[in-house]
């Protein structure tokens, strides 16, 4: 049995780019790095929030269930709420 999150499959990265605060370069950071060196001047370029993977892994429901996932998201101020049946619940 493998203990590996699903959330660490490397199909579902996503890239974003990020002022160089030194130069002012852009600067390619992946989803799952927190900075990267600055091609052009060597500066560390830090992403602006460091998110944790419950905030952008689809599997994130899953491995906590929908209680401590909805808890989590909730202390976020986000109101993510499960579809109807979702949360384990007979409610429609």
């Not at 950071?29 to 602006?48: A, H, L, Y």
């Not at 808890?71 to 993510?80: H, I, V």
């Amino acid at each position: 049995m493998s203990t590996r999150c699903p959330g660490q499959d490397s199909r579902n990265l996503t890239a974003a780019f990020h002022r160089c605060p030194n130069c002012g370069a852009m600067v390619e950071i992946f989803s799952d790095e927190q900075r990267q060196r600055c091609p052009e001047c060597k500066t560390m370029v830090f992403t602006e929030e460091t998110p944790s993977c419950v905030q952008w892994c689809t599997a994130a429901r899953d491995c906590l269930g929908p209680e401590r996932y909805q808890r989590f998201m909730e202390a976020l101020g986000r109101t993510d709420r499960p579809a109807a049946g979702e949360d384990g619940s007979d409610e429609t």
